[in-house]
């Protein structure tokens, strides 16, 4: 079976790409499942009911979300009613909503669906490790299709808990750099491995913000609003192709698809 990842999801600018190249890469790679990261999809930053609705409407079937979860006032109350919306599973207990779900497929199929969040440089939630650890053996008796999602700045931590994961789930996918990398890979027992899965969203910009507010930032370090950019959008992820039996990935193909191109 054939599983899209889009990466995180930047403004009205992704969300229209989403909506105008997914049933074109649905058709062309004869896909079965849509996951996406939307952490950012609600002007920049955050979900709200109507953007999550406008994506599952484009053909999305799960959104995963990161250390920007609860930028919108109403996901607290969204994220319980609506387990198509997850945030990192390693927060603490008794935060809203849900780190994982189980989900059906257009063939059928089940697929779990894990989000985590690093530690490094980020957030001192509990280990994504230790958290994986125990949500992967509960998933395992339900399905062996697994994708894990984890939204992590740290190149190293992604990378370790690629290996970690290696043979226990189908595929592990960075996001929250908005930069995607060349280093997509099947590990050495079955698992799609890449270290981030890219931005979909405007490419005339610094990870999605306007260049001129980035660099005022940077060079006079005054609080400034960043606002979403809106030039040469662009659709970033990958493909996976995964064996329904075994859970055992065969490919990862990157992907970079320009909207208007």
Excluded at 34 to 62: C, H, P, Q, W
Excluded at 209 to 222: A, D, P, S
Aim: with cysteine; aromatic share 6%; net charge negative.
């Amino acid at each position: 079976m054939k599983i899209l990842f889009i990466g995180d999801i930047v403004g009205s600018p992704g969300r229209q790409a989403v909506k105008d190249l997914l049933p074109l890469l649905k058709k062309e790679h004869q896909l079965d499942f849509v996951i996406a990261n939307a952490e950012n999809a609600a002007g920049g930053s955050g979900i709200t009911g109507k953007v999550s609705e406008e994506l599952f409407s484009a053909g999305v079937d799960v959104l995963t979300s990161g250390d920007h979860i609860w930028k919108k006032s109403e996901i607290f109350e969204l994220i319980n009613q609506e387990v198509r919306i997850l945030r990192p599973a390693n927060f603490p207990s008794g935060a809203p909503g849900c780190g994982w779900g189980v989900f059906k497929a257009a063939n059928g199929a089940k697929i779990a669906v894990v989000n985590l969040q690093g530690r490094v440089f980020m957030e001192p939630l509990e280990s994504p490790f230790k958290v994986i650890d125990q949500v992967q053996e509960e998933l395992s008796k339900e399905t062996k299709i697994i994708i894990v999602d984890i939204h992590a700045e740290a190149t190293s931590e992604k990378v370790a808990l690629g290996w970690f994961l290696d043979g226990k789930v189908s595929a592990v996918l960075g996001t929250h750099t908005h930069i995607q990398t060349a280093d997509e890979k099947i590990l050495t027992s079955g698992t799609a491995y890449i270290t981030d899965a890219g931005m979909t969203g405007p490419y005339d910009s610094v990870i999605g913000r306007k260049v001129e507010n980035v660099l005022e930032k940077f060079l006079t370090n005054v609080p400034l609003r960043f606002e979403v950019a809106e030039n040469d959008i662009q659709l970033h992820g990958v493909v996976i192709d995964i064996d329904e039996k075994s859970g055992k990935a065969s490919s990862i193909v990157r992907i970079q698809r320009k909207l208007n191109a």
